[in-house]
Every structure is written in structure tokens, then in C-alpha cells.
């Protein structure tokens, strides 16, 4: 385990944590969330000893080893494989275990035939894949993981996911992607006004705690500063009268420990919604014939068909390498196909949100000026300022040049210059890659209000849950669309790679404290699901059992979930009662009412680990039953 103990760090005049303490448990996943720059690398490498604390400790047992995901590159073996299998020990026996390596190496997407090439002549994001495959490999007691999923496609975050779940020793991991953040830790630890907050349980359960707080300390505040206000007045009437003097002391004193004045400050969020134009008509583009390859190499896109309607909220999505960021921009024209034809219609406007897109932005440019670089009119370029402080811009910060910009603020910009223009087809490909939780909620509550169509690139399964009515699947050496959402998708037809036989899906590879597989702590056996066409019985009669297992587990925790609400819903109605009867001075309401609150309280607790017990039984389940 490590103790983080009333821990210090600054840069500068940028405080990041002031007397911040927390606690990662034996066996606990914790994530570590928090807002852009608020100190969560910073606390990483100050784990490491790769940075400073300005005051408090950092408490780590005596030959505790820790794995971080290097992203430099340091390569020292002739092939993928031969490099991955350098972290492992040789055993009592002289061998090593290689199998496990190679079930890593698959799990992050590597297939035989790379294994056995220079890991020189891999891309940026498989050499990165490289570097975490030789982490896990490694088994040390804790993974500390920034930023895991930025280089790995869809199918190796869900591969992840369940190999994360199923590690024996503690894991500290900081990830944007909500949705994989809760599947895979037991506990969320939030940076927060320089301090640390932290919760058993998911980001939204953080959150809402934290929120509970401010809540109570706002009220707290407000109470303090009205009587610090009375104290002052009854000082002021009494101050130069020798026979109070000694009563104006008291109340000095007792002025002096209520609240200075100042309110909390506020944090601000990114908030904003697309500007969609007109669109008569329903049809908005059709797709003929498409292929698409680049040179002599193999075709990306073979014989696509299909057309995009108006209101459309379509998500392509497949492994990396396999044309999605292509098939973009063949719809946005930067491209054109080997075969087929994309006809627009006439009415179409088109605002594309590209990672090319970020690296053409003017590095010269200070960020109010590469905005208004995208309004046409004259008269609207004192939009703007308005539009950079809507992307947290604000004041000075507009005026910073795009070349001093993170690669996050930079994507802001560019969501920026988005707003500045209508349109009525968004073209988005990877738009939550350097954007914190915050801001890709903002920007999936801004999907969901905007009645034009959207197409977007994502490997984020909270993004495609909330958002996709149709797909296009890049998988299997195929691209073909698929009608239905991204649920739909995974109950009907799933990824290729996690139903291949004797894939990392289904083989049943258990290694030291690694069971690999990811079919949970408590050592169940996994049931597999037969996946031949043929046996259609076979499979019908394993969803059946299926059901009968998660259904009432799925029932139950919906009934928990509804009682919570309602249990909570009743805290703040007792919590508001209590405020009036203390103004009020009702010493048997504020006697009553806490006695409520309490029984509430117990009650809440007594829901909550219910919750808890019910969710660990779901999630063994669904190991136990994959789909």
C-alpha cells in the first residue's frame, strides 16, 4: 500500500496540493480524478521520486515495487516478443513464462506476425502498447497507470478493463474515460480545492459526495458570516463603553473564529452547445461503391454503401489502423477514393473536428485570434473573445499563444472555432483524446442537444452508449454499418476478437497473480458461450441460464438503487428542516429531526453496502457468463 500524508506542491504561484492526504488499501484500484493541471501526473512522478514535495510524505513499504507505463521509448531486443519477455524472471525450473507475455501482447492487439519485428518499426501508439505490455508483465505489487487507453483502440481497452479487474495487487490509475474508470476500480479519489477526497465506489458516487459537502459548507459559511455580521454590530454599540469592555473582547474573539467573508470560489466548467444550420430535406449524403487503399497497400474500405440522414448520430468504430480517420476525411473531401463516389447534398455544411485538424491550428496565433480566424463576417469577429472565454479562456488566457498550449487546451481551441461557424454535419474523430471528464461530459451533453448529424470516431464506450443510433464497424477485415445502437451491437454480433476460439477472449490462461482472462477475483470458473452459428440450441440455452443468473441480481440492484434515491432525496429535505428549525430556535424539532437524520443515515449506509455486495455478485456473474 502507499500513505500519502498531508502532502504540499506548488509551482510557483500555481498551487496544486495544499496538506492533501489519502490511502491506497491492500488490493484496492483506485482512480484518480480531477481537473486538467490539477496535480495528478505531478502526484505520479511524486511517487516515483521523479519529482519534488514542497511539505508532508509520501509512505511507501520497504521493497514494495511499482510499475509505471513508461512513454519513452528504450528498446533494447530484436523483436516485439524478445522485448516484452525481458521483464520476466527465469524460474526454480530454467524457463519463463512466455505464454503469459504473449497473452498480454495479444490482449493489446499485437497479432504473430508483429510480435516478431523490430519494435523500432512499430507506430508511436503500439511501441507505447509495448511499454505497457512489458508493465503488466512484470507483476509488481502496484500499477500506476496515466493515461493507459490513449494509445489503445476499443477492443484492447475492453481487454484491459477485464485485465485490470482480475490484478491480485493495487493499481493507481488517472484515465478520462469515465465509463472505464468505473468498470475497472473499486474506489475514486478526487483532487478538489488542493485536497484529496476519497470514495468506495464510482466518479458519479464521488461526486455527488463532494457536492453533499459543498452543500453543507456553503449553508455553514453563510450561518458563520450572519453572525460574525450580529457580533460585529453588538461590538460596535459596545466598544467604548468601559463596563462592556470585557463582553467586547469575548465577542472579538468569537468574531475572529467565524468565517472570513470569502465566499468558495467557483470552479468553472466547459459548457457549451453547436450552432446547427438549416437543412431541408432528410438525405444528407450518400456512399457508392467506396474502396478506399493507400498505394499498393491492402484496401482499408471495400464496396461501402450506405447513406446518412438528417438527425443520424453515427459512430465508427473498430481497432486502430483499419480506416476510420480515413473514412472521415473521404466524407470531408480532404481525400478521394480509389473507386466509388460520396455525393453531398447541396445544403450540406460540414465542421470537422480531426487530430490533423488540431496541428494546423496557427501557432502564432494567440487563442482569440485563431478563433476568430473561423467567422466569416467582419462584424462578428468581437465573437470571438466570447467564444475562447466559453472554452475557459477567460481574461488573459485569450491572449496566449496557440504554441504554449497543451495538446487539451489546444483541442478546446479547436472546439472553439467549431462554435464559430453553423453547420449541420459534425465530423468528430477521437474528441475526448485530451479532454478531461468535465469537458467530455459538456461535450456529450452538447451531442445530445444538437439536432443535426453527427459522425464521430471514438474508442470512449460511455460516449458510444450515450450517444450512437447507428454504426460503422471497421472489425474482422470488414467494414460494414450496423443499425442499432452500440448495446445492440455487442449483444448481437461482438467483436471478432473476443470470440475467436482460442483467442485472449476465451483462453483460459491463469499466471501467478495474474489471471489474464479477467474472470474475477474469486477464482470462478468463466462459462463459455458457444459462438458457433451451428449450434444456435446451445447458444439459446446458455442465454436462458445466463438470465436466469443476472436477472434477479439486475432487479435487485435497480430496487437498491431506487431506495437510495429516495433515502438521499429525504437527507436533504430533513438537512433543509433542520436549517429552519435552527433559525427558529425549536429545540424539539432540532432534537427530532437529528434523530431522523441519523436513522436516515443508517439506513443509506445499510443500502449502500447492500449495493455494493449486489454489484460485486453482477460483476462475477457477467465474468462468469460473457457475452
Not at 47 to 68: A, F
Not at 77 to 92: D, G, I, Y
Not at 184 to 193: A, S
Not at 548 to 559: C, D, L
Request: hydrophobic share 40%; charged share 30%.
Amino acid at each position: 500500500m502507499i500513505q500519502v500524508q498531508n502532502i504540499s506542491k506548488s509551482f510557483g504561484e500555481q498551487v496544486l496540493l495544499d496538506g492533501a492526504s489519502f490511502l491506497v488499501g491492500s488490493h484496492e484500484r483506485v482512480g484518480l480524478v480531477g481537473r486538467n493541471g490539477c496535480g495528478k501526473s505531478t502526484l505520479f512522478k511524486m511517487i516515483l521520486g521523479q519529482e519534488c514535495i514542497d511539505g508532508g510524505s509520501i509512505d511507501i513499504p520497504k521493497n514494495y515495487t511499482i510499475g509505471y507505463l513508461q512513454q519513452h521509448i528504450n528498446f533494447t531486443h530484436a523483436t516485439v516478443h524478445e522485448e516484452a519477455c525481458s521483464v520476466l524472471k527465469v524460474n526454480e525450473d530454467g524457463w519463463i513464462e512466455e505464454h503469459k507475455v504473449e497473452a498480454i501482447l495479444f490482449g493489446l492487439g499485437f497479432d504473430e506476425e508483429s510480435m516478431q519485428k523490430s519494435p523500432m518499426l512499430l507506430s508511436g501508439g503500439f511501441q507505447i502498447r509495448l511499454n505497457l505490455a512489458k508493465v503488466l508483465a512484470s507483476e509488481p505489487d502496484m500499477l500506476l497507470l496515466d493515461e493507459p487507453t490513449n494509445y489503445l483502440d476499443i477492443v484492447s481497452m475492453r481487454w484491459l478493463s477485464r485485465f485490470l479487474r482480475a490484478w491480485k495487487g493495487e493499481v493507481l490509475l488517472i484515465t478520462h474515460d469515465h465509463h472505464f474508470m468505473d468498470e475497472v476500480c473499486t474506489h475514486t479519489v478526487g483532487i478538489h480545492r488542493h485536497k484529496m477526497r476519497k470514495v468506495k465506489g464510482t466518479v458519479e458516487k464521488l461526486r455527488e459526495t463532494i457536492a453533499e459537502e459543498e452543500e453543507v459548507a456553503m449553508r455553514t459559511q453563510e450561518n458563520e458570516q450572519r453572525k460574525k455580521e450580529q457580533l460585529e454590530k453588538v461590538i460596535e454599540r459596545f466598544r467604548y463603553k468601559a463596563a462592556k469592555a470585557s463582553m467586547v473582547q469575548s465577542k472579538i474573539k468569537a468574531a475572529a473564529k467565524l468565517a472570513n467573508g470569502e465566499r468558495l470560489s467557483h470552479e468553472r466548467n466547459l459548457d457549451f452547445s453547436f450552432t446547427e444550420a438549416t437543412f431541408p430535406g432528410k438525405r444528407m449524403l450518400q456512399i457508392h461503391g467506396l474502396h478506399f487503399a493507400y498505394g499498393d497497400g491492402p484496401e482499408l474500405i471495400t464496396d461501402l454503401e450506405m447513406e446518412v440522414f438528417k438527425g443520424d448520430r453515427i459512430a465508427i468504430i473498430g481497432p486502430n489502423g483499419r480506416g476510420k480517420t480515413t473514412l472521415l476525411n473521404l466524407i470531408a473531401k480532404e481525400m478521394e477514393p480509389t473507386a466509388g463516389e460520396i455525393c453531398h447534398n447541396p445544403n450540406l455544411l460540414i465542421n470537422y473536428f480531426g487530430q490533423t485538424n488540431i496541428n494546423r491550428l496557427n501557432l502564432d496565433n494567440t487563442v482569440e485570434e485563431e478563433i476568430a480566424t473561423a467567422i466569416e463576417e467582419v462584424s462578428q469577429k468581437s465573437r470571438a473573445r466570447g467564444l475562447a472565454g466559453l472554452m475557459m479562456f477567460s481574461g488573459d488566457a485569450a491572449l496566449k499563444k496557440i504554441k504554449v498550449l497543451s495538446g487539451g487546451e489546444r483541442s478546446r481551441v479547436l472546439l472553439g472555432k467549431i462554435l464559430a461557424s453553423q453547420c449541420n454535419m459534425l465530423l468528430l474523430d477521437e474528441p475526448t483524446n485530451h479532454l478531461d471528464m468535465e469537458s467530455i461530459e459538456s461535450l456529450i451533453d452538447a451531442l445530445e442537444d444538437y439536432e443535426g448529424t453527427a459522425l464521430v470516431v471514438t474508442h470512449d464506450e460511455e460516449l458510444l452508449h450515450a450517444f450512437a443510433n447507428r454504426l460503422v464497424v471497421f472489425d474482422g477485415g470488414k467494414c460494414r454499418v450496423f443499425e442499432g445502437s452500440y448495446a445492440d451491437f455487442l449483444e448481437k454480433v461482438g467483436w471478432a476478437s473476443e470470440k475467436k476460439p482460442g483467442g485472449t477472449e476465451s483462453a483460459n490462461i491463469k499466471v501467478s497473480n495474474i489471471d489474464v482472462t479477467g474472470d474475477g477475483a474469486n477464482g470462478n470458473s468463466t462459462a463459455q458461450a458457444p459462438r458457433s452459428k451451428e449450434d444456435r440450441k446451445a447458444r439459446a440455452d446458455y442465454i436462458a441460464e445466463r438470465s436466469k443468473v443476472i436477472k434477479p441480481i439486475e432487479k435487485e440492484i435497480a430496487r437498491l438503487e431506487a431506495a437510495i434515491a429516495k433515502a438521499e432525496a429525504l437527507s436533504g429535505e430533513l438537512e433543509a428542516k433542520l436549517v429552519t428549525a435552527s433559525e427558529s430556535a425549536d429545540g424539539a424539532a432540532i432534537t427530532a429531526i437529528a434523530k431522523d437524520m441519523d436513522d436516515n443515515k443508517k439506513e443509506i449506509d445499510a443500502l449502500y453496502a447492500s449495493w455494493e455486495q449486489k454489484s460485486a455478485e453482477l460483476e462475477a456473474a457477467n465474468d462468469k457468463y460473457p457475452l
